[in-house]
């Protein structure tokens, strides 16, 4: 087994086809890049082809055609349009190339065939830079976003309306588990039990010095 396909007539004469390795798996369908090349080249506005398939997030792989136009043909949109228009006649709609490249030559192999492979690289080296630049664009532009969002969050400050906060100096503060009672702030000067004059912080029910407190 050599991985080639081909046919054999009547009188016993094999004709080689193509490498049974070119298959193209798209959107679950075997597409044999021969079969398009064949019909791309019945073009009049062909003068040769090479169809690869290329990696796609859908189909698996999708279908690119490169073709070298005939001599007179611009390569335009209208010339695309005309051929991919003769291609519906012979190939199937799945089948049919996603994208088309015009260029002015292909690459050979020694033997004078088309070298696919060298596109198939070529083509994998594109897409695999088209990738990492947008995967860069997508880190500066996160990156951008942030520095965005930590400069509007440091320039950013609270203003309290002094109207609004409470006054809690009079309150009487919730005790604890053990029962001890947390002091309240007050601004106010108590007297001490020897009669000295000191600013301190009044205990609900109880003065500093244990004596009774009747808010006074």
């Not at 290329?54 to 005939?70: E, H, L, N, S, Y």
């Amino acid at each position: 087994y050599t991985g080639d396909l081909g046919s054999m007539d009547e009188d016993g004469y094999v004709y080689f086809a193509q490498r049974i390795k070119r298959m193209i798996i798209t959107n679950g369908y075997n597409v044999y890049p021969s079969q398009i090349e064949n019909a791309l080249d019945s073009c009049p506005e062909v003068a040769y082809s090479c169809v690869i398939g290329v990696k796609d997030p859908r189909r698996i792989q999708k279908i690119k055609a490169f073709i070298v136009p005939a001599h007179g043909v611009t390569p335009d949109e209208t010339t695309k349009q005309a051929i991919l228009e003769r291609l519906r006649l012979h190939v199937a709609a799945y089948a049919l190339p996603r994208e088309i490249e015009f260029r002015e030559s292909l690459p050979r192999t020694l033997v004078g065939k088309v070298a696919y492979r060298a596109l198939e690289e070529e083509e994998a080296q594109k897409r695999a830079e088209e990738e990492a630049r947008r995967r860069a664009a997508e880190e500066a532009a996160r990156q951008q976003q942030q520095q965005q969002q930590q400069g509007s969050g440091d320039g950013s400050s609270t203003t309290v309306d002094p109207g609004t906060v409470p006054d809690n100096s009079a309150s009487q503060a919730p005790a604890s588990s053990s029962g001890f009672i947390w002091p309240v702030p007050c601004s106010r000067r108590i007297t001490g039990r020897y009669g000295e004059s000191r600013s301190n912080h009044l205990h609900a029910g109880i003065d500093i010095d244990g004596y009774a407190n009747d808010g006074q």
